[in-house]
């Protein structure tokens, strides 16, 4: 192959997609986004958590009927309740809006639920009504029971899980988060650079100029070029998503998980991985090699593939139908994904990992989660790479076959054997 026009194939590629506003647009557009979200969720967050310890510091005024007997009145009117002589006018003054809420507590709580008769504050603040009939059960039962901790076992026990592996402590989901992202930017990729990936040899044949570039370039040199291009600029813009999550997670650690582990979860220094990052996403570098190379391969695969797919077919039209099986692929093991990690080692989990289409999916899904040897991660990849050579090779002698199949799809099988006919083909 010569390669002398290739670096001019790839820096005009890149830099044609790197100018275009709506690249930029539709790049900026997502991380952009993420901020705007995650910014909304704090401030929510630090909102609603402001407003219950504000409320549960206020008396809130109501009135209720206990006919199970567990009720405090002392608590109640601590609270700011009332024990009500007629349940029916009780709640019937709150339907009228002469009351805010009345609280009907059952005979046996614990079988039959809490009936709230409350004024409609608003989605999110009509919640503080439960909040109130669970807090005025509890507390009226510490009060029986004279120990607050034997309530606090009956209504909530927090846990604190310390997992070992092989004889090692296990990071668990602590050490999933980095590998993650590569299947988060893999999906990223295929979905916001699909479409130029067919358009790497249909926009030519739309425009009718391939005759013209066939005289003066290799077509192997022009779809490698092309395909690199694409790669280029997927590593862009997946620094263009990485950058804005990495600052979310160092500003606000709590939005993803990532705060400061406790005592209970520290590692001892023999166990702790080479890095952690937040105490809790911790970098475990062997996972993320695989990642690295599974998503290396399953991207270059699925470029190949729709390079193939835009050689056949002779309007990006044509091509779109076919990009849409390609998704609906990529989407399949994550309906199996529950099968996959209960059971890493069944038939339908290996099919997944090993079947060109949905390897990269579930490859990495497994990857991240700690479910994939070694051995299989790095034997996964190089298929994929395999794959992805394959396509390209299959892509070029396709598009040189097609290059002036304006009207109509080509057939592969004939366009095989014209290639092979052809000399030095």
């Keep these: 192959m010569k390669l002398h026009n290739l670096g001019t194939v790839l820096g005009f590629e890149v830099r044609r997609t790197l100018t275009k506003p709506s690249f930029w647009l539709t790049s900026l557009s997502i991380p952009l986004l993420m901020v705007v979200i995650f910014a909304l969720m704090f401030w929510s967050n630090s909102s609603a958590l402001s407003s219950v310890d504000t409320q549960r510091g206020e008396k809130q005024a109501f009135t209720y009927a206990d006919s199970s007997g567990l009720v405090s009145p002392t608590v109640a009117a601590e609270m700011g309740g009332t024990r009500a002589a007629d349940a029916t006018a009780a709640a019937q003054a709150v339907r009228e809006g002469r009351a805010e809420v009345h609280l009907d507590i059952p005979a046996d709580p614990t079988r039959e639920a809490v009936h709230i008769v409350a004024e409609d504050v608003g989605l999110i603040q009509s919640g503080q009504w439960h909040a109130l009939a669970r807090d005025l059960l509890e507390r009226s039962a510490s009060e029986r029971i004279g120990d607050s901790r034997l309530v606090g076992v009956l209504t909530g026990v927090s846990t604190d899980a310390e997992l070992w592996k092989d004889g090692h402590r296990s990071p668990g989901l602590a050490a999933a988060v980095v590998p993650g992202l590569f299947l988060v930017l893999l999906y990223m990729g295929v979905l916001m650079l699909g479409q130029q990936m067919l358009n790497i040899t249909v926009e030519e044949k739309e425009n009718r100029v391939t005759e013209m570039i066939l005289t003066t370039l290799d077509p192997r040199v022009l779809i490698v070029g092309k395909v690199l291009a694409v790669f280029a600029v997927g590593i862009v813009q997946a620094m263009v998503l990485l950058v804005p999550a990495v600052l979310v997670g160092v500003l606000f650690p709590g939005l993803l998980g990532a705060a400061t582990a406790g005592p209970g979860n520290t590692l001892p220094a023999d166990e702790m991985p080479p890095l952690a990052l937040g105490g809790e996403v911790l970098i475990d570098p062997v996972r993320i090699v695989l990642a690295a190379l599974i998503f290396t391969g399953g991207f270059l695969m699925f470029t190949g593939l729709l390079v193939a797919i835009g050689s056949i077919m002779p309007t990006a039209k044509d091509a779109g ?44 899904l497994r990857n991240a989660l700690g479910l994939l ?10 298929v994929l790479f ?5 396509l390209v090779w299959l892509g070029v002698r396709l598009f040189r076959q097609g290059s002036i199949s304006y009207d109509k799809r080509l057939s592969i099988g004939k366009a095989l054997r014209a290639s092979r006919s052809r000399p030095g083909s």
């Design 321 to 364: 139908s076919a990009f849409g099986a390609v998704i609906l692929a990529m989407f399949l093991p994550l309906y199996t994904a529950t099968m996959v990690i209960n059971d890493p080692t069944s038939v339908v989990s290996e099919f997944l990992t090993w079947f060109p289409l949905t390897a990269p999916v579930t490859a990495l």
């Design 373 to 382: 040897p070694v051995w299989q991660g790095v034997a996964v990849a190089l």
């Design 386 to 390: 395999a794959f992805a050579s394959a």
